[in-house]
């Protein structure tokens, strides 16, 4: 499965942070999958953002769960991440990923797990 995520590019701060990502070479329905977004700020680790099941049921990080909203769209086989209130702390590079375990859906980031999108950078500034 291949995962691509979209480019927004410079979002100013307070506006709504959206980002697609678009899945080929699967489902996003397929049981048992979840779809998270996952960022890296620069210089630090990576922070997961949030995730939507197979089932549409949807997991927020506890920290950006005021601010977050992940949905999709089967019929053409996206989910999109909406992130809302940004500011220069949101800056980071953005990744969507594909897993199978919910119970680590948002604690195990190694590269090796799951398949994950080639990023995308968002900078928040005015």
């Known amino acids: 499965v291949q995962l691509q995520e979209s480019d927004p590019g410079l979002v100013e701060p307070s506006q709504t942070l959206s980002l697609t990502c678009t899945v080929s070479?699967?489902?996003?329905?397929?049981?048992?999958?979840?779809w998270s977004w996952i960022r890296q700020p620069p210089g630090k680790g990576l922070e997961w953002i949030g995730a939507i099941a197979y089932s549409g049921s949807t997991y927020y990080s506890p920290s950006l769960k005021s601010r977050t909203s992940i949905s999709r769209d089967t019929a053409k086989n996206q989910f999109t991440l909406h992130l809302s209130s940004v500011t220069p702390e949101d800056t980071a590079v953005y990744y969507c990923?594909?897993?199978?375990?919910?119970?680590?859906?948002?604690?195990?980031?190694?590269?090796?797990?799951?398949?994950w999108g080639q990023g995308t950078q968002v900078i928040v500034s005015s």
């Open positions: 990923r594909r897993t199978s375990d919910l119970l680590t859906v948002g604690t195990d980031l190694r590269g090796n797990v799951g398949s």
């Open positions: 070479g699967g489902s996003i329905t397929t049981t048992y999958d979840y």
